[in-house]
């Protein structure tokens, strides 16, 4: 006896691109039925505009970052194309801070700023059925611990990613 229900092609690994905050690369590996790690590596600070107010000075570029989240997971339909997921995790970021009391002076003097902080994140994943490819969409927080303590930033981002 042969079963008709097609199966949501999710596997082991998946490597893929995320446009948003932050925008870049994403790897995720997934663990048993229902648990996964995500990992995203790019640029920070792009999509919600490369100025914005930070301690006692602003950022005014883009920068890079680091996120990872260890996510649940759980099917939404009984083929298990549309799934659901939530996380928790930690994210590092390298972005230039300009400090009000340097204005005025030469780029030299801007600071390179290393940050640290928890984050948190939740989405849909839609695996067309008895493909290898899946479309995500998410939202979640990031906020920061060091040097910053509770600095908030959005975190979003859509994107897709090849499973195999």
Known sequence: MTSNVAQ???????????????????????????????LNIGTYGGIYGTT?????????TVGLTI??????????TKSESLRAYYG???????RKYYPDYLSGQPIDFVKGNISLGGSGIG??????????????????????????????????GIGARYNF
């Open 8 to 38: 949501a092609q999710y596997n082991n690994w998946s490597i893929g691109a995320r446009i948003g905050e932050p925008s870049g690369v994403n790897i995720r590996k997934y663990f048993g039925n229902n648990h996964a790690f995500d």
């Open 52 to 60: 914005r107010s930070y301690r006692s000075g602003d950022y005014k």
């Open 123 to 156: 989405g849909l994943e839609y695996f067309p059925v008895n493909k290898p490819y899946s479309i995500f969409l998410e939202a979640g927080a990031y906020l920061e611990v060091l040097p910053a303590p509770f600095f908030l930033n959005l975190s979003t």
């Open 67 to 76: 996120q990872g989240h260890f996510l649940w997971h759980t099917a939404l």
């Open 88 to 94: 928790f995790g930690g994210q590092i970021n390298n």
